[in-house]
Nanobody, 122 residues
Framework: QVQLVESGGGFVQAGGSLRLSCAASGRTGIPYTMGWFRQAPGKEREFVAVISWNADSTDYADSVKGRFTISRDNAKDTVSLQVNSLNPEDTAVYYC???????????????WGQGTQVTVSS
């Protein structure tokens, strides 16, 4: 089992930035792919970014490419998402997830955190 806890969300104005973090505990010795997803009210949970276990590959949703950056520190069992140039459409609960496959699909991820709220005002 792997436990994931997100932090760093908050309320920001359009154009602002946040740094979201996800701390993993439990069976972290397994080389998991880590992903970030988000879910806005009334919408399905959608892919945001993914990073391979050794950080040699990353991928982003088109809507965040160039504004968001995913990174990880395996020594500290953390993954981060730097979110810049935020706009109201980025308002959502952001979740980190761990899985065995490098994928944009929710179904590929075995473990999920509880989420952290990001609210962007116009």
């Amino acid at each position: 089992q792997v436990q994931l806890v997100e932090s760093g969300g908050g309320f920001v104005q359009a154009g602002g930035s946040l740094r979201l973090s996800c701390a993993a505990s439990g069976r972290t010795g397994i080389p998991y792919t880590m992903g970030w997803f988000r879910q806005a009210p009334g919408k399905e949970r959608e892919f945001v970014a993914v990073i391979s276990w050794n950080a040699d590959s990353t991928d982003y949703a088109d809507s965040v490419k160039g504004r968001f950056t995913i990174s990880r520190d395996n020594a500290k069992d953390t993954v981060s998402l730097q979110v810049n140039s935020l706009n109201p459409e980025d308002t959502a609960v952001y979740y980190c997830a761990a899985g065995r496959r490098y994928s944009r699909r929710r179904e590929a991820y075995d473990y999920w955190g509880q989420g952290t709220q990001v609210t962007v005002s116009s």
